[in-house]
C-alpha cells in the first residue's frame, strides 16, 4: 500500500506508474493490455497522464485499452465511464482505434439489453485472448473503490458479487445509473497487476475494511487482486483507518 499526502499527489504518481507499467509491458510482450475505470479518481489519473512529457516515451498505437465497468447509457453520453476517459485522455493520444475497446452502449447493436451487450463485450475479450482462453493477458487494471467498497460495477451484496462468468449486466446498481455491465470479481483477478486508487475521507471505512479482513460480498474492494501484485494506492485521508499493522504487510 502507497500513501500519498494528498489527491492531487496521488493522480499524479499514478500516472507516472502507469506509464513506467506500459512501458515495461511493452518491453516483455510487445504490447500492453491496460483496463481502464470510471470515477473521479480515475479522471483525474487520466488527465496527469496526459500532462506528463513522459507519455510520449509510450507507442500507444501497441496499447489494448479495456474497461472494467461501464454505466449503460448511449454512445457519447456524458456519464459514461468511456466518454469521461476519452475527454480526458484518450482523444490526445495516438491509440490505434482498433485497440480501444469499450463496453457496448445502450443504443449499440443489441440495443437497450444489457445481457447481450455484456456476451457481446465477452466475445470481443476472447477474441484477443491467448490460445483458448477468455480473456486478454490484462497488464494492469485500474479499479476506482466506492465508499460502499464496490469495485468496477461490483456492488456489496449485489447478485454480481457471485458472478462467475467473465462479464456481467447489472441491474438495480445502488449507484445511478442502474443499469451497467461489468467485469466479475474472476475476471478482474486474472491481471497480473490490481491497482486499487482511492481518495478522500469517504472512502476511508471502505479501504480499512477491505484490508482487514472483509469478505468479498460484502465488501468487493477485499475481493480483488492481481495475480503478480495488489497495489493499494490512497491518499493520507483514504488510509485514516488502515491500522498501522496492515500498512505495514502491504
Ligand atoms: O461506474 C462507476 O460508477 C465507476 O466505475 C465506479 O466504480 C468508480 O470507480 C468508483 O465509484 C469510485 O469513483 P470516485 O473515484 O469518483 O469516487
Same mark, same amino acid.
Given at each position: 500500500m502507497i500513501v500519498h499526502a494528498d489527491a492531487r499527489l496521488l493522480a499524479e504518481a499514478v500516472a507516472a506508474r502507469l506509464i513506467v507499467r506500459v512501458l515495461d509491458a511493452q518491453a516483455e510482450r510487445g504490447s500492453a493490455d491496460v483496463v481502464l475505470t470510471g470515477g473521479r479518481v480515475a479522471a483525474a489519473v487520466y488527465r496527469a497522464v496526459l500532462a506528463n512529457p513522459a507519455r510520449d516515451a509510450v507507442d500507444w498505437s501497441r496499447v489494448d485499452l479495456w474497461w472494467?465497468?461501464?454505466?449503460?447509457?448511449?454512445?457519447? #453520453? =456524458?456519464?459514461r465511464n468511456d466518454t469521461q476517459a476519452r475527454e480526458a485522455l484518450l482523444d490526445a493520444l495516438p491509440l490505434d482505434p482498433a485497440r480501444v475497446h469499450p463496453m457496448p452502449p @445502450?443504443?449499440?447493436?443489441?440495443?437497450?439489453d444489457p445481457e447481450l451487450a455484456a456476451a457481446r463485450y465477452a466475445a470481443e475479450l476472447a477474441r484477443s485472448a491467448?490460445? @483458448?482462453?477468455?480473456?486478454?493477458?490484462?497488464?494492469v487494471l485500474l479499479l476506482g473503490v466506492g465508499? #460502499?467498497?464496490?469495485v468496477a460495477s461490483v456492488f456489496p451484496e449485489h447478485p454480481v458479487a457471485y458472478e462467475t462468468r467473465p462479464v456481467s449486466a447489472v441491474r438495480? @446498481?445502488?449507484? =445511478?445509473?442502474p443499469v451497467r455491465t461489468t467485469l466479475t470479481l474472476p475476471a478482474i483477478n486474472t491481471a497480473d497487476e490490481v491497482w486499487l486508487i482511492a481518495a478522500g475521507p469517504d472512502k476511508a471505512g471502505a479501504v480499512g475494511m477491505a484490508l482487514t479482513g472483509a469478505g468479498p460480498v460484502q465488501l468487493?474492494?477485499?475481493g480483488v487482486h492481481g495475480t503478480s501484485r495488489t497495489v493499494w494506492l490512497l491518499d493520507r485521508a483514504a488510509a485514516a483507518q488502515v491500522p498501522l499493522s496492515s500498512r505495514a504487510l502491504r
Amino acid at each position: 500500500m502507497i500513501v500519498h499526502a494528498d489527491a492531487r499527489l496521488l493522480a499524479e504518481a499514478v500516472a507516472a506508474r502507469l506509464i513506467v507499467r506500459v512501458l515495461d509491458a511493452q518491453a516483455e510482450r510487445g504490447s500492453a493490455d491496460v483496463v481502464l475505470t470510471g470515477g473521479r479518481v480515475a479522471a483525474a489519473v487520466y488527465r496527469a497522464v496526459l500532462a506528463n512529457p513522459a507519455r510520449d516515451a509510450v507507442d500507444w498505437s501497441r496499447v489494448d485499452l479495456w474497461w472494467g465497468d461501464e454505466r449503460f447509457l448511449p454512445a457519447g #453520453d =456524458p456519464d459514461r465511464n468511456d466518454t469521461q476517459a476519452r475527454e480526458a485522455l484518450l482523444d490526445a493520444l495516438p491509440l490505434d482505434p482498433a485497440r480501444v475497446h469499450p463496453m457496448p452502449p @445502450s443504443d449499440g447493436p443489441d440495443g437497450a439489453d444489457p445481457e447481450l451487450a455484456a456476451a457481446r463485450y465477452a466475445a470481443e475479450l476472447a477474441r484477443s485472448a491467448p490460445g @483458448s482462453g477468455e480473456l486478454p493477458h490484462f497488464d494492469v487494471l485500474l479499479l476506482g473503490v466506492g465508499e #460502499d467498497g464496490h469495485v468496477a460495477s461490483v456492488f456489496p451484496e449485489h447478485p454480481v458479487a457471485y458472478e462467475t462468468r467473465p462479464v456481467s449486466a447489472v441491474r438495480g @446498481s445502488p449507484k =445511478p445509473p442502474p443499469v451497467r455491465t461489468t467485469l466479475t470479481l474472476p475476471a478482474i483477478n486474472t491481471a497480473d497487476e490490481v491497482w486499487l486508487i482511492a481518495a478522500g475521507p469517504d472512502k476511508a471505512g471502505a479501504v480499512g475494511m477491505a484490508l482487514t479482513g472483509a469478505g468479498p460480498v460484502q465488501l468487493p474492494a477485499a475481493g480483488v487482486h492481481g495475480t503478480s501484485r495488489t497495489v493499494w494506492l490512497l491518499d493520507r485521508a483514504a488510509a485514516a483507518q488502515v491500522p498501522l499493522s496492515s500498512r505495514a504487510l502491504r
